[in-house]
């Protein structure tokens, strides 16, 4: 096939959109496919015209556009297909404060959160905690995160996410080792561990440098424990409406399993989690690749 592989655009994720396109676009070549490499910051008002001369979109963006649905709506217009989800499920994701809504109604245990759409009154504090994890509402790979633990801090938390020009999450930061586990079609894949090397939390350093975290596949949990994982990863995926793949990130706290949030177009770098998961169920980086595409065909099938 001829497969057009999407990347860059201009999220503050970029650089490593671009860095997970080139593994993919070898692992593209030696399934047999050719691609073409686009750049949606380079020409985004010809994107469609460029997918439609193409076979099959792979996306490989961060942020948004990309986790937005925005490329996705764009390709379901064109009739274009393309591995992972489509547009509502990818901004139910990419917003934490739209999916932790369905997470509650669900009955998956997310931790407690205030959602700030704009500076607060001067003074204002959650009605629970410290310590507070702030995050941008829209944003991933942890940039912008701050884990506060004095009230004092809190402003200044604030105001960096909002010169971001994103809303503000205020979360519980519960304690526990953090887990993650990821779906491919309708099945959870080996769970990963993570523990950072340094800081108090896994940043945006500890995720894409090379040793910065141990990440242990399959994690080294209680069976039982990893099977309620899977279940409520598979769940978390199919409450959003998602297709294809995602990764959901868990805090195991001693109350249980906390879910955080779920990624639709996970990472794709020498360091990132999903291939590895994969690589734990017996696929090499080209074996997923290929079963994503696989999966993205199968989706567009139902769609005609």
């Known amino acids: ?96 404060v739209a999916s932790k809504q369905l997470f509650r109604e669900a009955g998956l245990a997310t931790p407690r959160f205030d959602f700030l759409p704009g500076p607060p009154p001067s003074g204002y504090r959650p ?15 942890s940039l912008l995160m701050t884990l506060v633990r004095d009230p004092a801090d809190l402003p200044a938390a604030l105001d960096q996410v909002f010169a971001s020009g994103d809303a503000a999450l205020v979360e519980e930061a519960v304690s526990g080792e953090e887990l993650t586990c990821a779906i491919l079609g309708d099945e959870p894949l080996p769970p990963i561990l993570i523990r950072p090397k340094a800081g108090e939390f896994f940043d945006f350093a500890s995720k894409y440098q090379l040793g910065a975290s141990d990440e242990i596949c399959p994690a080294p949990i209680d069976p039982g424990l990893s099977r309620a994982l899977g279940e409520m990863t598979l769940a978390a995926h199919r409450v959003l409406g998602l297709s294809g793949y995602s990764r959901a990130d868990c805090i195991h706290t001693a109350k249980g399993l906390a879910l955080l949030e779920v990624n639709t177009l996970p990472g794709m770098t020498p360091t990132s989690l999903v291939p590895r998961s994969a690589r734990a169920a017996g696929l090499s980086f080209a074996d997923l690749i290929a079963r994503l595409i696989e999966l993205g065909l199968a989706r567009q099938a139902k769609r005609l």
Not at 12 to 33: K, P, V
Request: proline letters at 7%; charged letters at 15%; aromatic letters at 10%.
């Open 1 to 96: 096939m001829n497969v057009l592989l999407v990347a860059g655009g201009w999220s503050g994720e970029r650089d490593i959109s671009l860095s997970g396109a080139t593994l993919i676009e070898q692992a593209l070549i030696e399934l047999g496919h050719t691609v073409t490499l686009y750049d949606l910051s380079r020409d985004f008002p010809g994107f469609v015209v460029a997918a439609k001369a193409h076979d099959f979109a792979f996306l490989n963006l961060h942020g948004a556009p990309g986790e937005d649905g925005l490329p996705q709506a764009l390709l379901d217009a064109a009739g274009v297909p393309y591995q992972g989800s489509g547009p509502a499920g990818s901004f139910l994701a990419l917003s934490k």
């Open 127 to 141: 009605d629970f905690g410290p310590p507070w994890f702030v995050k941008p509402n829209l944003g991933g790979s």
